[in-house]
């Protein structure tokens, strides 16, 4: 556990590793694959997941996810993909949140039947939603909240009371939070999982990820992480470790800027409904300000019907059209038509997703210039 409190202090200091040889105020890269097994403590190896600039960021996450100890991963599916395999045997069953991020959806879909895990998606987020699913043989509840493209919000603390009851494991992806946002295992759960090519890396040009638990629990992953090799390189580990400095700073203009967004659109006239956790109208608004420090920089809103939403993409000037999320430049992505092309139009209407839904990922920029950039494009669409 580290002495210093504050979170940009954390961000800032935990984890750095000393620059002996010339006294560098950063942590030094260590690119190196071959370390010594005679007459040493620690036995490192790239695979081993314990390099200096691996444990330099895996101290850092850990400490701002109040964790014993955390892991970094290639990316963010590496870490999910693991941590799942790491605790699941053959006849297991996991009860997954109903919205969880594709990727995650599609490895359990593909994947879980060749070994024998057994699986089931919510019907919502409500905790009674999660408790009717929970069978005999059911290991592990995993969450997603907010959640990804509609920003629902899940009561964290009553689900992880919920699986403490029935003895099981709980997971949280907590990208879209953040540790600034979201410390889930304040809230008691198990293990916090993150695609840190997203807020923690935060500029958009790293891919990783990163677990946070108990020591027993990483030992776990790690036991299953050295034989699956998921591990990040040195580099995106110093790049990463680098990113996290600002981490602080940077998620609490998203917070600011996403909230001013999303009361702007709320009352914009082209703009039929906006899914953003920090507004009042937010079914799970209470939840999500008594889990929550800030409601972070992610939002989903539907244009007015007839309104076309690729125009209004093309037509955007500064925010750009992106399939990823998080960097502190303002990116919109119509879930639609990529990442939920695949589910076709029932499904999607389903699960409330139209095809009018425009994920918005709201930058650090100045607020008049991403406004003006909707603005803009709002005229050429209506002209
Ligand atoms: C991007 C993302 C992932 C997957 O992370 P990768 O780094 O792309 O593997 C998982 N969960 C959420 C919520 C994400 O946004």
Redesign the pocket.
Known sequence: MTKYKGLNTICTHVGEIKDTQFGGAISPIFMTSSYPFMDVDVKRYPRYFNTPNQESVAIKIAALEHAEAAMPFA????A?STTLLAFLQQGDHVVFQNEI?G??FNFVVEEFDKFGIEYTFTKGVAVTDFESEIKENTKVIYI?TPS?PLLSITDVVAVADLAKKHGLISMI?N??ASPVNQIPIDLGIDIV?H????YLGGHSDI???AVASTNENINIIFQKAKNLGGNMSDFMCYLLERSIKTLGLRVKQHNVNALAMAEYLEDHKAIKKVYYPGLASHPNHSIAKAQMKGFGGMLSFELNDGLDAVAFQKALTMIKPSL???GVESTILLPAVTSHALMGAEARKEQGISDNLLRFSVGIEELEDIIADIEQAVDQITK
């Open positions: 990316s963010g599916m590496a999910i991020y990727g995650a997603e990804n992806d990208t879209f999982l695609s840190a090519t997203k891919c990783a990820g990823s999320l998080a």
